[in-house]
């Protein structure tokens, strides 16, 4: 499966007050793997940012200047994500401006969602976490994710950031953090007993090669320095 993590910033908030987009950032992931492929771009509006935005993002018009207009980078960016699946952070944003940029140009592509599926991750995580805060810097702390560099929106910085929440996301792995994601200390977590009845069963042990535990141990190394990693404790001490 080919999914391209995408991510824009805008001079704006709305289409229809003429807002533009002023940088495309997209990561390519393969059977949910980074490819190191990578599409980053940005774009001359040819118009100011509003306040507002450019408070989010920092980009400049005077920085804009001499970068190309959407017309002159639609085939590329369109070529790089056609037939792929999309995965954006309130997709109906970014989905909204690229159509109307394609429209403005009268391009090929009508609407994205001809050439491309969508996934929302926005939607996607608002479901599995009912009532919590979902931005993508709550996610990264959800999901201990290092963003400490992330001092203004960038979209390729974003796109980067999302791809990594996503996976881990999507992965299962969520449910290991989520105590430690609460106000409730850990050890104050009510610890429940559970009697599993003997069962007689001749079963096949698969142990672990040199080579997965290496990888084993890579990633409680990894978890360590994010968080009090138990299983490396347990195992290592």
């Avoid at 993590?5 to 908030?13: K, M, Q």
């Avoid at 391009?107 to 599995?128: G, P």
Wanted: charged share 25%; proline share 2%.
């Amino acid at each position: 499966m080919r999914q391209i993590v995408l991510d824009t910033e805008t001079t704006g908030l709305r289409t229809e007050d003429g807002n533009r987009i002023i940088e495309i950032g997209c990561i390519e992931l393969i059977d949910r793997k980074f490819t190191g492929k990578r599409y980053h771009q940005y774009i001359n509006p040819q118009r100011e940012s509003e306040e507002g935005a450019l408070a989010v993002h920092g980009i400049t018009s005077q920085f804009l200047q001499n970068k190309p207009l959407f017309k002159e980078i639609a085939e590329e960016f369109t070529a790089f994500i056609a037939g792929a699946e999309l995965v954006i952070h309130n997709a109906a944003f970014d989905i909204g401006f690229i159509n109307y940029e394609l429209r403005l140009l009268n391009h090929k592509w009508k609407v994205v969602t001809d050439h491309c599926h969508i996934v929302d991750s926005l939607a996607l995580a608002k479901q599995l976490h009912v009532g919590q805060r979902n931005s993508l810097d709550a996610l990264c702390k959800r999901y201990f994710i290092d963003n400490s560099h992330r001092e203004l929106h960038g979209a390729l910085l974003d796109a980067h950031l999302l791809a990594q929440v996503y996976l881990a996301m999507t992965g299962g792995q969520g449910s290991l953090f989520e105590e430690l994601t609460t106000e409730k200390p850990l050890q104050e977590v009510e610890r429940v007993a559970i009697s599993v009845p003997h069962v007689s069963r001749n079963l096949r042990v698969l142990k672990a090669s040199p080579e997965e535990l290496m990888v084993h141990q890579e990633q409680l190394e990894g978890i360590a320095k994010r968080a009090n990693c138990l299983w490396l404790k347990e195992e290592f001490s």
